[in-house]
C-alpha cells in the first residue's frame, strides 16, 4: 500500500521556522508532481506549494511565497517543506500529496494522500 507520512510538525512561535517531510514508500516521488497543502478548523484545505515531477518547477500560493520553499530529494524519496518566518495564520494541518497530473494537483486532486501533520504558530 501506497504511503506518504509527513513528519516535522509541532508547536513553534511567530517568526519561527519548520522544515516538514513527506517519506514516500511504494512510489518513487521523481515521477509524481508533489504537494503540500494545509487545512485549518473550519476552513477548506488550501494550497500551499508544489513541485514538478521532471523539471522540478516550484509554485507556491502567495501568501507563503518568500517565506516557505519545496524541495525534493530523490535519493531519499521525500519532498519537504521548509517553513521560515512563521506566523500564527499559518497554523493548520499540512498534508503531503503526490499526482500524476500536475493540473490535478494543483486544484486539490492527488493520487495519494498523507495523514498530515499538525503546525501550530503562537504569538
Known amino acids: 500500500q501506497v504511503q506518504l507520512v509527513e513528519s516535522g510538525g509541532g508547536p513553534v512561535q511567530a517568526g519561527g521556522s519548520l522544515r516538514l517531510s513527506c517519506a514516500a514508500s511504494?512510489?518513487?516521488?521523481?515521477?509524481?508532481?508533489m504537494g503540500w497543502f494545509r487545512q485549518a478548523p473550519g476552513e477548506a484545505r488550501e494550497f500551499v506549494a508544489a513541485i514538478t515531477r521532471i523539471t522540478n518547477i516550484t509554485t507556491y500560493n502567495e501568501s507563503v511565497k518568500g517565506r516557505f520553499t519545496i524541495s525534493r530529494d530523490n535519493a531519499k524519496n521525500t519532498v519537504y517543506l521548509q517553513m521560515n518566518n512563521l506566523n500564527p495564520v499559518d497554523t493548520a494541518a499540512y498534508f503531503c500529496?503526490?499526482?500524476?497530473?500536475?493540473?490535478?494537483?494543483?486544484?486539490?486532486?492527488?493520487?495519494?494522500w498523507g495523514q498530515g501533520t499538525q503546525v501550530t504558530v503562537s504569538e
Open positions: 511504494l512510489i518513487t516521488v521523481s515521477r509524481y508532481h
Open positions: 500529496a503526490a499526482a500524476r497530473s500536475g493540473q490535478d494537483l494543483r486544484v486539490g486532486v492527488g493520487d495519494y
